[in-house]
Each structure stands twice: as structure tokens, then as C-alpha cells.
């Protein structure tokens, strides 16, 4: 029987050999060499349905993919059948290792929009077989995982990497980036972030105490792969078609759907890295099985090149309205915000956004791409002949994928640089399941107050047969 601590010395272990370079299992590379722009980037699309539709949508209007393989557990239900029917002539797979195992040689990218808890044992084999990798965030569901693949994509830089949060390939990445080299934004001291939308699981019992009760299978799904390394659990719709985003076990609720959209300008540019402190602050619903109906979550990050410590705190629940400062105006949504497969999103009392405070001014922004403003609104007339100006995105975040696996530009939001804030989240969904203050040393990566959250880093061990992705 494999105990958490020997899980825990694995996954150090295994750390250790990719980080010294360790020769890959399947021992495969990168068959990508620089490509013309005018050519097509042969790719394989995991996961065809929902999420995955609307980005297989956005890799064909960048007229730069041919379309080798479609790989889903569901293969030809309803929600897949649309993008089947698009690509006749793509080789289709339900599980993803004979994808790899029978038409590896036929593509040289993935793109990835599975469960969160299935994104790092895809991605790690698609790595160690050669492969540019896209894969929506979070990047993975624990901490190790998340740590995994961030070395195992340094191993391989000749291998394109890139999380699906657009925003790194819209205006507030270059806005953000224009103000703080010409000190518009300097001395951040506080971030809020909110997030008060409903969310699929606000309807639940939280008297819970087990899972659903297991229900028909799907005809023809594969629900073994749909697990991958997850603790069995019987087929319930509850887990299917997004549901998998409510339970810890699967998702990562709605710090890490949302988190990546608000917050990874502010922590890739403010270098803020990984935190000494994560507190839940409040909890409304808090049961041991999905996430709770409203969450006040406190991140606080040491002091970093000169810049001085700064407090995230994170807001979400219908009830759970972050305090605004005056002169913050009206919360407008963004028009370009991408489309969910959850219908529009509804009018709210306050937009998903940021609230950025600094010694001498204040900024409020949305998500995605939105750009930031100065508030209250005489500051930003004050201010703004002061503003720079901010450079266009030279591509979309697609575009900018597929460029970079021709060797034509380099992703904005590679595993490197996502992989941390994939690893602020998790340490955040370990402080909202145990609902307690954790305290975290950025040194040594440990969990320093509590050794069942220490424990939760690597979470349980992997099912039987699935301890092979921890070693590639």
C-alpha cells in the first residue's frame, strides 16, 4: 500500500530527476522544426466538446491547423457529435494513450480542454512524446502536478507551451506591462478580486455527506479515462459536462476558473510568485465535498526585488461583495469576454474584475483582456498625459500558440510562468477544503503548519496504472 508520505517522497524524486535532466521514458522529441509562417501545424484535439468546441473554433479561424486526430471519452454524444461531424477524416480515439500510441507520428501539437484533474497526466505524455502542448487553465489540480510540468516543460524548450487564459494575448497584458515600465503602476501594496456570478453547484445540499449514488453509464463512454488518476468514483451526471468543476476532487471551483482571468497580469508583472500565507477569511456552505457557496480567500506575498509585500484577497459567492472604494463608478462587462458554454453571463451587482491599490493611485479592471482604469475618474483626468502608449498584440492567443510552435514567436503564457499561479490556486483550494490558515515556505515548497494540508499538495496517490505519468 503506497502511504501519503511515500507518495510524497515519489513525487520529490521525480521532481529531482527532471530537474537533472533525466531521459525521458518514451525517450521521443520534438519532430517541429522552424516552419514556415504559410504552413499548417498538424494537431490532435483532446476533449472536443463544450469548452473544447469553442477552442477548436478559434484554432480554425486562424487558418493555420490541419486537423490530424479528435480524441474524447465521450465520442459521439451530443456535444461532441458537432466537431466530429466537422473533421470526417480525423482518426478518432476515446482514450488518449492510443492516441498517442497509434498516430503519435501524425501530429505535432495537442490542444487540451478536459477536467481540470485530467489536464497533467495528458499534458505530461503529450511533453515526453514530443509535442507543443495548449491546455486550458488551470494547468493541473495540485500543487506537484502543476510543479511536474513546469520542469518537465524546461527539459524541453525546443516544445511550445501555452494555458488557454486569453487575456495574456489582449490589452491588459500590454497595458499592464507599458504602465509599470513607466511607473504608472508601482509600490502595489493590495489586490481584491472578485468574482460574485453563480456558480453550478449554489443550488446544493451542503449537509452532504457522500457522493452521488453511481447512475447508467453513457453509452460508449469511456468513464475509466474520464477518471484517469482521480479515486474511483461511480458515473454520475454530476460529474459530467462541467459538473466536475463543483467537486475537490475534480475541479478546482471557481478560483481556478476564474482566477487566471483576473489576476495572471497581476501576478506574472509583479513577480509575486508564491505566497507565505493563504487564509480563508470566510465560508458560506463549506462542506468536505464541493466547493462552498462563497469563499473570502487572503493571499499575502512577501517583499520581491524592492517591490513591497502585497495582500490578495479573493472574493466569490452571491453574498460575498468585496468592499469598493469611492469613486469606483460603474462595473461594466466587457463585450469581449469569450462566450461560456453556460449561456450568457448574467447581470451581476459587480462584474468578475480587480481592484488595485498602490501607494498613490488606485486601478480597477475586469477580466480577460479588459484593460485597467484609474479611479476615482478626476485622478485618471489628472493622469493622463502621463499614460504611455500600449503596443497592439501582435496575435491572438491561438495564433500566438501556433507561431511559437513554428519557432515564429514565443507563447505569453507558457507552463513556467502559468504553472505558479496554477500553484497559488491550489494552495488556495487546500486552505478553502480545510477551511483554515495555512502557512506555506516558497523555499522549500512545504506546507509548514498543518501535515494534512502538506499532504494535500500531492493529493491522494494515482489509481493503479496511472503512476507512470508522475514519471515521465
Known amino acids: 500500500m503506497t502511504t501519503r508520505r511515500d507518495f510524497l517522497k515519489t513525487m520529490t524524486m521525480a521532481s529531482a530527476g527532471l530537474a537533472l535532466g533525466a531521459g525521458d521514458v518514451l525517450g521521443a522529441q520534438s519532430s517541429t522544426s522552424q516552419k514556415k509562417v504559410t504552413d499548417k501545424v498538424k494537431i490532435a484535439y483532446i476533449g472536443i466538446g463544450n469548452r473544447g468546441e469553442q477552442i477548436i473554433g478559434d484554432f480554425a479561424r486562424t487558418g493555420m491547423v490541419e486537423v490530424v486526430a479528435l480524441c474524447d471519452v465521450d465520442m459521439g454524444a451530443a456535444h461532441t457529435q458537432k466537431v466530429m461531424n466537422l473533421y470526417p477524416n480525423a482518426k478518432r480515439f476515446r482514450d488518449f494513450r492510443e492516441l498517442f500510441d497509434k498516430a503519435g507520428n501524425d501530429f505535432d501539437a495537442v490542444a487540451i480542454a478536459t477536467p481540470d484533474h485530467s489536464h497533467f497526466p495528458i499534458s505530461m505524455l503529450a511533453l515526453a512524446s514530443?509535442?507543443?502542448?495548449?491546455?486550458?487553465?488551470?494547468?493541473?489540480?495540485?500543487?506537484?502536478?502543476?510543479?511536474?510540468?513546469?520542469?518537465?516543460?524546461?527539459?524541453?524548450?525546443?516544445?511550445?507551451?501555452?494555458?488557454?487564459?486569453?487575456?495574456?494575448?489582449?490589452?491588459?497584458?500590454?497595458?499592464?506591462?507599458?504602465?509599470?515600465?513607466?511607473?504608472?503602476?508601482?509600490?502595489?501594496?493590495?489586490?481584491?478580486?472578485?468574482?460574485?456570478?453563480?456558480?453550478?453547484?449554489?443550488?446544493?445540499?451542503?449537509?452532504?455527506?457522500?457522493?452521488?449514488?453511481?447512475?447508467?453509464?453513457?453509452?460508449?463512454?469511456?468513464?475509466n479515462t474520464w477518471l484517469c488518476a482521480a479515486p474511483y468514483h461511480d458515473y454520475n451526471k454530476d460529474y459530467h459536462l462541467g459538473q466536475w468543476r463543483c467537486w475537490y476532487d475534480f475541479g478546482m471551483g471557481c478560483l481556478g476558473d476564474w482566477g487566471a482571468h483576473i489576476l495572471d497580469t497581476v501576478h506574472e508583472f509583479l513577480e509575486l510568485g508564491l505566497p507565505y500565507e493563504v487564509s480563508m477569511k470566510y465560508a458560506n456552505g463549506h462542506n468536505d465535498y464541493f466547493y462552498p457557496y462563497s469563499s473570502t480567500i487572503l493571499f499575502r506575498f512577501p517583499q520581491r526585488k524592492g517591490m513591497p509585500p502585497v495582500d490578495i484577497t479573493w472574493y466569490d459567492g452571491l453574498d460575498n461583495l468585496p468592499p469598493i472604494p469611492a469613486g469606483y463608478g460603474v462595473s461594466g462587462l466587457d463585450p469581449n469576454i469569450p462566450a461560456t458554454n453556460q449561456g450568457d453571463t448574467p447581470a451581476s451587482k459587480l462584474n468578475p474584475g480587480k481592484i488595485i491599490y498602490t501607494k498613490d493611485l488606485t486601478f480597477k479592471g475586469g477580466t480577460h483582456g479588459s484593460t485597467l482604469s484609474i479611479i476615482p475618474e478626476e485622478k485618471a483626468k489628472e493622469m493622463a498625459g502621463k499614460l504611455p502608449e500600449v503596443p497592439k498584440s501582435p496575435s491572438n492567443h491561438f495564433k500566438n500558440f501556433l507561431l511559437a510552435c513554428m519557432g515564429q514567436e514565443k507563447t505569453r503564457s507558457p507552463f513556467e510562468i502559468n504553472g505558479v499561479l496554477s500553484q497559488v490556486f491550489s494552495l488556495g483550494v487546500i486552505a478553502q477544503r480545510l477551511n483554515t490558515q495555512i502557512f506555506f515556505d516558497p523555499r522549500t515548497k512545504q506546507i509548514t503548519n498543518n501535515e494534512f494540508a502538506n499532504a494535500m499538495l500531492a493529493a491522494v496517490p494515482p489509481r493503479k496504472g496511472w503512476d507512470e505519468f508522475y514519471k515521465l
Request: hydrophobic share 35%; charged share 25%.
Open 130 to 223: 514530443g509535442k507543443h502542448v495548449y491546455v486550458e487553465k488551470p494547468l493541473a489540480r495540485t500543487f506537484y502536478e502543476a510543479e511536474l510540468l513546469m520542469q518537465a516543460a524546461r527539459k524541453r524548450p525546443n516544445l511550445a507551451t501555452q494555458v488557454g487564459n486569453q487575456g495574456h494575448s489582449e490589452g491588459n497584458y500590454f497595458q499592464f506591462k507599458a504602465w509599470m515600465d513607466a511607473g504608472i503602476i508601482k509600490d502595489v501594496t493590495a489586490v481584491t478580486a472578485h468574482m460574485n456570478n453563480p456558480r453550478r453547484w449554489h443550488s446544493w445540499d451542503t449537509n452532504i455527506y457522500k457522493f452521488p449514488e453511481g447512475q447508467q453509464l453513457p453509452k460508449d463512454m469511456d468513464w
